[in-house]
């Protein structure tokens, strides 16, 4: 038996030709540890939502995580901590990163560390919004 099995959630693009898995679920003594792949702006056919909004992005990005949770019976509600990469010249727009949080989250935020980076895969990128782990039953 497998201790990892790949999610490939309909409604994100499918990741496995650049070598990674959106979604990887892993048994352990705990339940289900649910892993997910840093989250960006594009849609299912891999075109940018959102060019040079960073809120915008984070927005869509947030909503690419809820459907990555939901494709193994999570949600954005289980998620304990967020990661989140901002481009270098972007980090001066936090009242556009706040306002989106606030507007997935409302008052129940979860933690979160934000890392200024130079660059992300694609430079259109400003953001990309990585969860801790997700343990399910």
Known sequence: MKSRSLVVPPGLFDSRHYGFAQVAVVSTPLGRAVHVSGQVAWDVDQNIVGPGDIGR?????????????????????????????????????????????????????PCSTWIGVTSLADERFLIEVEPSVVFLP
Request: aromatic share 4%.
């Open 57 to 109: 992005q984070l927005e869509h990005s947030l909503d690419n995580l809820a459907v990555a949770l939901a494709s193994v019976g999570a949600s954005l509600d289980q998620v304990g901590a967020l990661s989140l990469y901002i481009k270098q010249s972007h980090m001066a727009e936090g009242k556009a990163i706040s306002a989106a949080l606030r507007a997935k989250f409302g008052d129940n935020p």
